[in-house]
């Protein structure tokens, strides 16, 4: 069997700020204006990278990670706008299911069908569901969050017990910062409980590589009026936190993983 290599991505660089630093034997390979950190987490082979923000960018990432870099799975964290009115600022959603919001070849084709994929969604295996969901809830139950970001930070945030959603996720290249848009995605794809700008890329050329993957998204704002209002301060306190907590915890678990 081919050596594990771990792809670790995020669309920003302060959502994955300091992963890079948790490598040994750490290498760094500029490619397509981008850095790539090479080395081993936790003794796993692994490469980190920022992508910058939405589906080409966050495409052509993960193709490198594949062609390039050898991965055999990836790892995505960052951060999302809700849709659904169950999800509140800083709680987790690992996606299911990835749609591409903004893909519409009507009449030819059926609104957010993939062109000559025939599909209209790329989905996460239930096992990488599992272990995420395992890595998640232990992140949340033991209270991590408490001792990596201060308690002044969590009350500005309103996060007070933030829970883990499993559920479907919208990708285009849009800020969602608008209740009417809000409320026609709501409508027209009734499933997807929080908008981003680059999963459903990142799941599309998994999926035509037979790679697998895992999203995992904090929620940072309602994609309203407000979106936009505290989002780099979530992103640089906040956020960028939950993912290092996360991906320490996804390395450390590894062992109890069923792939
Ligand atoms: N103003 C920011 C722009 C970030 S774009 C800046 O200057 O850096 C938003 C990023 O966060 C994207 O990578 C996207 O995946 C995610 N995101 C968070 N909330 C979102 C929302 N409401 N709509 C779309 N993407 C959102």
């Known amino acids: 069997?081919?050596?594990?290599?771990?792809?670790?991505?995020?669309?920003?660089?302060?959502?994955?700020?300091?992963?890079?630093?948790?490598?040994?034997?750490?290498?760094?390979?500029?490619?397509?204006?981008?850095?790539?950190?090479?080395?081993?987490?936790?003794?796993?082979r692994s490469v980190v990278v920022v992508s910058r923000i939405g589906k080409v960018a966050a495409a052509v990432t993960i193709t490198t990670l594949i062609l390039e870099f050898g991965i055999t799975e990836l790892i995505f964290t960052g951060v999302a706008g809700a849709i659904s009115p169950d999800l509140e600022v800083g709680d987790i959603v690992i996606g299911r299911r990835f749609y591409q919001h903004d893909m519409d070849a009507r009449p030819i084709?059926?609104?957010?069908?993939?062109?000559?994929?025939?599909?209209?969604?790329?989905?996460?295996?239930?096992?990488?569901?599992?272990?995420?969901?395992?890595?998640?809830?232990?992140?949340?139950?033991?209270?991590?969050?408490?001792?990596?970001?201060?308690?002044?930070?969590?009350?500005?945030?309103?996060?007070?017990?933030?829970?883990?959603?499993?559920?479907?996720?919208?990708?285009?290249?849009?800020?969602?910062?608008?209740?009417?848009?809000?409320?026609?995605?709501?409508?027209?794809?009734?499933?997807?409980?929080?908008?981003?700008?680059?999963?459903?890329?990142?799941?599309?050329?998994?999926f035509e590589y037979h790679i697998p993957f895992t999203i995992i998204r904090t929620i940072s704002d309602a994609a309203d009026e407000n979106a936009g209002i505290d989002f780099p301060s979530f992103i640089e306190n906040v956020a960028s936190k939950y993912s290092m907590e996360i991906i320490k915890l996804y390395f450390q678990n590894l062992d109890a993983q069923l792939i």
């Open 1 to 44: 069997m081919a050596e594990r290599i771990i792809g670790i991505m995020g669309a920003m660089p302060e959502e994955i700020r300091n992963i890079n630093e948790l490598l040994t034997e750490r290498k760094e390979i500029i490619l397509g204006r981008r850095t790539y950190y090479t080395g081993r987490l936790n003794g796993v």
């Open 109 to 206: 084709m059926k609104q957010f069908e993939i062109p000559l994929l025939g599909v209209f969604y790329f989905e996460t295996e239930e096992s990488r569901l599992q272990y995420a969901q395992r890595v998640v809830g232990e992140f949340l139950e033991n209270k991590h969050l408490h001792a990596v970001v201060s308690s002044e930070e969590l009350n500005r945030f309103n996060i007070h017990a933030p829970t883990l959603h499993i559920g479907d996720i919208a990708s285009g290249d849009q800020f969602f910062s608008d209740s009417d848009k809000k409320q026609r995605i709501k409508k027209e794809l009734h499933s997807v409980i929080c908008v981003e700008m680059e999963g459903a890329a990142v799941a599309q050329v998994c």
